[in-house]
């Protein structure tokens, strides 16, 4: 009931707020969020410090503020999107060389696509089956709280997304659909399990890195594209394709892991701000099994 409760009274009437509202409020939380109730501070801060060693303790500073503002934005947005419409979706999220990945398609071919906590991914998400000419399935971690996930499910699938737990991953490749699809992973997920995780430099600090690019592009050697989401003004956002590999299954191990990592890591030394710091990516250390 109380899931009900807070959807029906509190989320959906702000996501119907006009956009001069919502980043009204958005100004709001960020004042609450950053100079009340601190909301994750120190991890935060501890995080761009670690990741940024070369910068100072003001530029540290920044970072964080400008961070917390667009995380507001983030939160905000999100909740728009249990009610955006697709013309606003089309207006705010522009894909800039569909080229990339439509040759894949004409020639009948899945593709794997990866990409960060990084700007807008819940706009990206409404948005894919829109943009682009594959049927996008999204591998996701369901939530504990069934009645949002469910929620979260019908806003996100609504525009042409197929959402599938993470479970059903190796049914995803083996699925056969009315067109050829695009397999979205998560690349910055910390790993459930960190012996099963491929470990990296990333960010300055000994990283875990989920494996599941990798291990699926190999086996069923499909391209691996990039996605990169730019920030072009408040709440508008453009989406660009990097081919990584064209035949996975001829890489070196650890290579695609590598190399998708770094190609956030680029994103994110451009510009921090954009990226999800209150997250705990570093609460694992490398087992002894793994040095």
Known sequence: MGSKIVYYGIILPISYLPYFLLYALSDFVFVVMYYIVGYRKKVVFQNIKNSFPEKTKIEHKQIMRKFYRHLCDLILESVKGFSISEKQIRKRMTVKNPEVVDKYFEQGKDIIFVGG?????EMLALGIGLISKHIPVAIYKPLNNKFFNQKVLNSRQKYGLIMRPMKQTKTCFNEKLDKPKTIIFGADQRPGNPKKAFWMEFLNQDTPVSFG???FG???NLPI??????KIKRGHYDFEYTLLFEEPAKT???EITKAHTLTLEKDIQENPQYWLWSHKRWKHKRPDSLK
């Open 218 to 220: 190999k086996e069923y």
């Open 117 to 121: 906590h990084f700007n807008n991914w």
């Open 213 to 215: 690019v990798e291990k």
């Open 225 to 230: 594209v990039f996605g990169a989401i730019r």
């Open 252 to 254: 070196e191990y650890g």
